[in-house]
């Protein structure tokens, strides 16, 4: 199961992912029917959640109901115990949404949730993250997750992002940091797929994160809480929602709360 999943996510355009991967991933839940797991998300139970990776594929990742990997079910519970995202008046800035959360945050009265993307069919406004069409201070809450490793200018990205945040809001921005390196590894002299996929992890990678990801984020403007959430659950809990990505290099699970 992992290899035929992982040649479809590197082999099918992006776009046709996002718009039918569901389909099909409900379909294979169906074989993966039980009670060992849960989404915190969708609440759907199974077995084990399928694996999914460009790369290396994890096992136990990919929920296939509602699509939320270890870092969506990880984020939608510190949404609710950490957050006033789920009660309180909000207008939130959505960039690159995540198929999990779309349906679900649009469908919450308290928001007004904008979505927004360069080429995902799912947003609702075409927009480059550098260059948002937003005045400053519109907004209560951006999240954008897995973004800043393939924007080319990742400053420009972040204080953009700071520009349209109201001064009081809050947001997730969310990137693959490489645990073994202390400082982020970025090299505009390597352009070619195989070789950025060698140097950064990913074929549309532009960069990888090390351990100063925080101060990365700060550089925009931002106050940056880097929140480790998990380590406050317990192992049961983990367990039971699969929050986990067993990797030995990469950090998923730290919470990047930046501050305005």
Same mark, same amino acid.
């Given at each position: 199961?992992?290899?035929?999943?992982?040649?479809?996510?590197?082999?099918? !355009?992006?776009?046709?992912?996002? /718009?039918?991967?569901?389909?099909?991933?409900?379909?294979?839940?169906?074989?993966?029917?039980?009670? @060992?797991?849960?989404?915190?998300?969708?609440?759907?139970?199974?077995?084990?959640?399928?694996?999914?990776?460009?790369?290396?594929?994890?096992?136990?990742?990919?929920?296939?109901?509602? /699509?939320?990997?270890?870092?969506?079910?990880?984020?939608?519970?510190?949404?609710?115990?950490?957050?006033? %995202?789920?009660?309180?008046?909000?207008?939130?800035?959505?960039?690159?949404? *995540?198929?999990? %959360?779309?349906?679900? %945050?649009?469908?919450?009265?308290?928001?007004?949730?904008?979505?927004?993307?360069? *080429?995902? !069919?799912?947003?609702?406004?075409?927009?480059?993250?550098? @260059?948002?069409?937003?005045?400053?201070?519109?907004?209560?809450?951006?999240?954008?997750?897995?973004?800043?490793?393939?924007?080319?200018?990742?400053?420009?990205?972040?204080? *953009?992002?700071?520009?349209?945040?109201?001064?009081?809001?809050?947001?997730?921005?969310?990137? !693959?940091?490489?645990?073994?390196?202390?400082?982020?590894?970025?090299?505009?002299?390597?352009?070619?797929?195989?070789?950025?996929?060698?140097?950064?992890?990913?074929?549309?990678?532009?960069?990888?994160?090390?351990?100063?990801?925080?101060?990365?984020?700060?550089?925009?403007?931002?106050?940056?809480?880097?929140?480790?959430?998990?380590?406050?659950?317990? @192992? *049961?809990?983990?367990?039971?929602?699969?929050?986990?990505?067993?990797?030995?290099?990469?950090?998923?699970?730290?919470?990047?709360?930046?501050?305005?």
């Amino acid at each position: 199961m992992k290899h035929i999943i992982k040649f479809f996510i590197n082999v099918i !355009p992006r776009k046709y992912i996002q /718009l039918f991967s569901h389909i099909a991933t409900k379909i294979l839940g169906l074989f993966y029917i039980g009670n @060992k797991v849960e989404c915190p998300v969708c609440s759907h139970h199974y077995r084990e959640f399928l694996p999914y990776g460009y790369v290396t594929p994890r096992p136990n990742a990919l929920c296939p109901n509602c /699509l939320a990997l270890e870092r969506h079910r990880l984020m939608h519970l510190y949404l609710k115990e950490k957050t006033n %995202f789920f009660t309180d008046n909000l207008k939130v800035l959505h960039v690159a949404p *995540e198929y999990c %959360f779309i349906k679900r %945050f649009d469908e919450l009265k308290n928001l007004d949730y904008i979505t927004a993307d360069l *080429e995902s !069919p799912l947003a609702k406004v075409k927009m480059d993250v550098q @260059k948002i069409p937003f005045p400053e201070n519109t907004f209560d809450v951006i999240f954008c997750n897995h973004i800043m490793e393939h924007v080319d200018d990742v400053h420009l990205s972040l204080t *953009e992002l700071y520009r349209v945040l109201k001064p009081g809001g809050w947001g997730i921005i969310q990137s !693959p940091i490489n645990a073994k390196r202390d400082v982020t590894y970025e090299d505009k002299s390597i352009t070619s797929p195989a070789e950025r996929e060698k140097h950064f992890g990913q074929k549309d990678h532009l960069r990888e994160f090390g351990l100063d990801y925080g101060e990365q984020l700060a550089k925009g403007g931002f106050t940056v809480v880097a929140d480790e959430y998990i380590n406050t659950l317990s @192992k *049961e809990t983990i367990a039971k929602y699969a929050l986990l990505a067993y990797d030995d290099i990469t950090i998923e699970e730290t919470i990047f709360l930046v501050q305005k």
